[in-house]
DNA sequence: TTGCTTTACTAAACAGTGTTTAGTAAATTT
DNA sequence: AAATTTACTAAACACTGTTTAGTAAAGCAA
């Protein structure tokens, strides 16, 4: 019977339009105007038909901040080809960064928005869901990882060397998203610079 | 004539209770459930008396964020005693990521939410409304200036240098706050170390 | 003291929000 | 053909921030 696959086909086809209309909205208007009220308009379904596909707003925007990694994730792996692991390292650095800047929404959401983790809260235990995530955080720990290994940094715990890099780029972007440069009062073309000679001057002072 | 200042000391007066229960109702439960409502009724008056005093919900929210700032300010200050710069600027590290760490919603507001910053942007010009922020961030430059001037660090240009310790920090608390370190998948108490640590061997790797 | 004006406040409405419930019409199975 | 399941929705619930129009009291001038 093949009655029970094209229902499972139109569960899914449905659920995908949902949340690229969802998506959509998101990235041009943001996540506030983005409501179950515009998301059902847009796709001419009532609201109540998206609580049949998604438990709630946190979990339709888990389903974008996913796709979101899975577009990080692809940017990172151009990295891959560099063997020089400290170089690398940098080349990583520097993909986040402008990942972050060229795709504000979206990092705000993978990385500064409560919303998504309210959705990984309920259904731990489920696979595929933090994936992603831990794909291009296991990127950056191996590579450093390579580094040590090759007494390139004068860390010694990948672990450590790894939460405090990723934090220097998250803080350096999004307090740039959130805008609290502010506070320095310099024009918006060399706030960018500043971020990209940070990182530089970061990595630079982990040599060993 | 009196009438006139008792008025004026009145209005001050109300405001104060506002953003005085606004901030217990934020400590305790939250941003979301700060309603303008509740806490009119908190303070035993219409929701629309608020707005005789305050221009929006964000304007109140940047009141209490002002609080925010003088309390860490305070607490920054006791590490202007020490005369070694580099020891110092340890100091203020640690003070910071104890302060984000023992109050969250404070630092969330601060640092993180959107809030108070649409409220920045309207009243540009108006003294005495960044001041607080701009105080702490002057004794993180002057600081790293310091270490730059007795030699103390590698780099040479204070205001990146300060703009990437800050980042640092705030990446880990922020990180922390909006529950990105579970990806690392350790114990709470594990990371409260780790955040430390990295502090410690970011400040090493800058040494000269 | 009376009359006018300003001040301080509020009830009610406006326009939205996420979410749930009860009910319907069509598709599918028995 | 009847019974059941599926997919969907209208309407309601309980909220939200904010505005408008109106009221009662306070202050001031004649």
Redesign the interface.
């Known amino acids: 019977m093949g009655i029970v696959e094209r229902k499972e086909r139109e569960k899914t086809e449905m659920r995908d339009r949902i949340v690229e209309a969802a998506t959509l909205m998101f990235l041009e208007d943001g996540y506030e105007k983005t409501s179950i009220r515009n998301i059902a308009e847009k796709i001419e379904y009532s609201p109540a038909t998206i609580y049949l596909y998604f438990k709630d707003k946190d979990e339709l925007f888990f389903a974008i901040h996913n796709i979101g990694f899975q577009l990080l994730l692809k940017e990172t792996e151009k990295s891959h080809k560099i063997k020089n692991p400290l170089k690398r390292l940098h080349d990583i650095g520097v993909t986040y960064i402008e990942f972050a800047l060229n795709n504000p929404e979206y990092y705000d959401l993978m990385?500064?928005?409560?919303s998504p983790?309210n959705a990984?809260k309920e259904k731990h235990g489920d696979e595929q869901c933090?994936t992603y995530?831990?794909a291009v955080?296991g990127t950056l720990v191996s590579t450093i990882q390579e580094c040590i290994d090759q007494k390139l940094i004068?860390?010694k715990d990948a672990?450590?060397?790894s939460?405090?890099t990723?934090?220097?780029?998250?803080?350096?972007v999004?307090?740039k998203i959130?805008?609290?440069?502010?506070?320095?009062d310099l024009p918006e073309d060399q706030i960018r610079k500043?971020l990209l000679?940070?990182?530089d001057?970061?990595i630079?002072?982990?040599k060993a």
Do not use: C, D, P
């Open positions: 990385f500064i928005m409560r983790m990984l933090w995530g831990e955080f004068k860390s672990t450590i060397a939460m405090y990723w934090s220097m780029v998250h803080g350096l999004s307090l959130r805008e609290r440069f502010k506070v320095m500043m000679q940070s990182l001057e970061v630079n002072n982990m």
